[in-house]
Structure formats: structure tokens, C-alpha cells
């Protein structure tokens, strides 16, 4: 198989069979490239609202305590 893969043209080696792989997986890349950003995106997602919550718990709990002291 190396061989027969050696003796293409240049054009073949990198054009052709990446053109032919993208038609055939083309939609399997597309499936996995989206299910990865869309993980990424919730993880952001996540980090924001639990960075929030842990904020808003602090702020919260701080002002609570000032008050208690008065």
C-alpha cells in the first residue's frame, strides 16, 4: 500500500485524497468539530455561572456579616 501511495503525483498525495476523505467524512468531522465547540460553549457556560454564584454567595455573605457586627 506505501508503495503504490509513494508513486503518486504530488497533486494526488495533496490534493485528491483529502478532497476524496472530506467528501466521504465530511459530515462525521462536521458532527465532531460541533459536538466539541458545544462542549466547550457548556463548560464555558459553567465556569460563569458557578464563578456567579460563588460571587454572588461571597458578596452576599460579607454584607451579611458587616451588618451582624453593627
Request: hydrophobic share 65%.
Amino acid at each position: 500500500m506505501r508503495e503504490i501511495y509513494a508513486g503518486m503525483p504530488w497533486w494526488v498525495k495533496w490534493i485528491a485524497v483529502p478532497v476524496i476523505v472530506i467528501f466521504v467524512f465530511g459530515g462525521l468531522i462536521a458532527s465532531v468539530i460541533g459536538f466539541v465547540i458545544s462542549l466547550l460553549f457548556k463548560a464555558l457556560v459553567l465556569v460563569v455561572l458557578v464563578g456567579g454564584l460563588i460571587f454572588v454567595v461571597r458578596k452576599f455573605l460579607s454584607s451579611s456579616s458587616s451588618r451582624g457586627d453593627w
